[in-house]
């Protein structure tokens, strides 16, 4: 089964971590910065757990230091994804990387990401502002303060990545509640680490309506049922969850059983590069492993869809094309 050609929609995706090691080793040279320890001899990214991950991942990003490297930066990620036939994308932008947090700096940025999604008429691309867990509630008002002033068609959502093992989601209800009174969509990571509890966390104290993962949840039956009950949405990276241990392989993956058991989701790839996948590898994975079918898939990159976060015709424009595709 060519599932290549199957249109596809992808929301959790973190720009930076979507960089092909190509391109940053460039920007590296080009720039004479020396990143070492950053790649493996074959030319991919080098790291042996979670916390190594999110360090040589910081380290990459020290080279992308312009909105003229995130106008390029984009342009490579929507590229890799077009050829994968993402339709529609929601990638994860960190004001925190982009000018420091500063809120001036953050909008040459956020202009220069636009323009470049803007040049890709394939694929209808929108930011979520995400703030760094692990750099702390009061940074992480910074990036909430860059996401409302600078949102609008382009800038669409809110949320928080980075290390989980750092402090609660209510930490972060502040720059959650900004966010949500300014309009804009709302996820937070959580359950990939943290298990099933900091799920919990997630839906009473920040509200969201997407969590990114989630996996975990399948430990807690009961908030199973909550999450099918309440139509949250479940951005799952299968692919990443096993690259990085939170599963020892596909067949323990839960994306199949949390489906099962009524939950949405959608299928993303996160930081695809450094995972060594992409996001028709994880449709053949899932196939191979879950028998998942082209309406499957179908299925699934609605549901997907009826939880982006973006404006109604956009909505109906990519439903359409799942639709025709499907026929
Ligand atoms: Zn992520």
Redesign the pocket.
């Known amino acids: 089964m060519n599932l290549k050609s199957v249109p596809k929609v992808e929301l ?1 995706l ?1 720009l930076e971590g979507a960089a092909p090691p190509s391109f940053i080793r460039g920007l590296a040279q080009e720039k004479s910065i020396s990143l070492d320890g950053v790649f493996t001899e074959d030319g991919g990214y080098r790291f042996e757990d979670f916390t190594q991950f999110l360090r040589v991942y910081e380290a990459a990003c020290t080279v992308l230091k312009s909105p003229e490297d995130f106008y390029r930066l984009t342009k490579a990620v929507l590229e890799n994804s077009r050829e994968q036939g993402v339709v529609y994308t929601e990638a994860f932008l960190s004001p925190d990387f982009c000018g420091g947090g500063d809120l001036a700096a953050w909008r040459d940025y956020a202009d220069a990401i636009e323009d470049a999604a803007g040049s890709e008429p394939e694929i209808e691309m929108r930011g979520v502002i995400t703030c760094i867990r692990h750099f702390g509630p009061e940074q992480a008002k910074t990036a909430a303060v860059c996401a409302v002033e600078t949102m609008g068609d382009f800038i669409t959502g809110f949320g928080m ?1 980075g290390d989980e093992s750092v402090g609660h989601q209510g930490d972060y209800a502040y720059s959650f509640d900004m966010a949500r009174e300014a309009g804009l969509g709302l996820t937070t ?1 959580a359950g990939e680490w943290g298990g099933a509890e900091s799920v919990r966390e997630a839906l009473d104290d920040l509200s969201v309506s997407r969590i ?1 993962h989630g996996v975990q949840s399948i430990d807690d039956p009961a908030l199973v049922e909550r999450l099918a009950e309440d139509e949250i949405h479940l951005e799952v990276c299968p692919g990443s969850n096993v690259a990085l241990g939170v599963y020892p392989s596909w067949d323990a993956h839960p994306i199949e059983r949390l489906r099962k058991a009524g939950v949405l989701l959608s299928v993303s790839t ?1 930081d695809p590069p450094f995972f060594h996948t992409d996001l028709s590898s994880e449709y053949d994975r899932l196939n191979a492993v879950f028998d998942w079918d082209i309406d499957r898939f179908f299925q699934v990159n609605k549901m997907a869809m009826d939880a982006a976060f973006c404006d109604k015709k956009t909505r109906d424009k990519i439903i359409k094309i799942l639709e025709t595709a499907n026929d």
Do not use: A, P, Q, W
Request: glycine share 34%; hydrophobic share 0%.
């Open positions: 959790h973190h990545g990571h990114g996160d």
